[in-house]
């Protein structure tokens, strides 16, 4: 049994508005042995698309590649759009080391409610990934279950957004919004080649591609 436990801890900051949260980043990052082109950092793999998915729409210029200049740019991006990453989940076991979320077992969440408290500037949580099993939103749900807290339905549409009502320790209760992002993987093209929107965009643009879409969904929350 594979022991993944996330090896970057939460990236949070007082001005931080927006939070990402996902999962576990590919084992690899929990075995240093990454490959070339990769970044040592959250969403670093280089098979993954969110940071490519934000250049696209930033025009960033970032580098791809495995050294702290590529890190400190992706900080300072996040820095100036007051957007923080903290991953639900902390830990987990696998059976079968590979990324994917379903073969997660004994998943321990990081306390995200906690650094919501802590963090109170923070308003928007941006899900990579929806509610499928053991998803970033299904994973919160499980999380707000114990606080007895629930989402509540505000846009039910892709992307769908969600809101829940926060009761601090202070005495104040904050409305936070959820948004549920396609996910940035390779995985999720196929999921992203039958949506609607999407095929109809491609029918007027056959160049129109997966990436062009997630940064049309993306753009509108970063």
Request: with cysteine; glycine share 4%.
């Given at each position: 049994m594979f022991k993944h436990v996330h090896p970057?801890?939460?990236f949070?900051?007082?001005e931080a508005e927006k939070l990402i949260v996902g999962t576990?980043?590919?084992p690899r990052f929990t075995q240093r042995e990454l490959k070339p082109g990769d970044v040592d950092f959250c969403y670093g793999s280089r098979d993954g698309q969110l940071w490519k998915i934000l250049d696209h729409i930033f025009k960033l210029d970032l580098v791809y590649e495995?050294?702290?200049f590529a890190v400190e740019q992706r900080k300072a991006f996040l820095k100036r759009r007051k957007?923080?990453?903290?991953?639900?989940v902390a830990m987990a076991d696998r059976e079968k080391i590979d990324a994917s979320d379903l073969g997660m077992q004994q998943i321990q969440l990081r306390d995200l409610l906690g650094y919501l408290e802590r963090y109170r500037k923070i308003e928007t949580l941006l899900f990579t990934g929806g509610n499928s099993k053991n998803g970033p939103e299904y994973l919160f749900r499980r999380l707000l279950k114990t606080a007895g807290l629930e989402l509540i339905p505000v846009k039910q549409e892709i992307p769908r957004i969600h809101k829940f009502l926060l009761h601090t320790s202070n005495g104040k209760t904050r409305e936070i919004r959820t948004v549920s992002l396609i996910a940035p993987s390779g995985a999720a093209n196929r999921a992203v080649g039958s949506?609607?929107?999407y095929k109809a965009h491609k029918t007027r643009n056959p160049s129109y591609t997966t990436l062009d879409f997630r940064a049309e969904q993306?753009?509108?929350f970063f």
């Open positions: 970057y801890e939460p949070l900051f007082e576990l980043p590919p495995t050294t702290p957007i923080g990453i903290c991953d639900i949506i609607p929107a993306y753009s509108a």
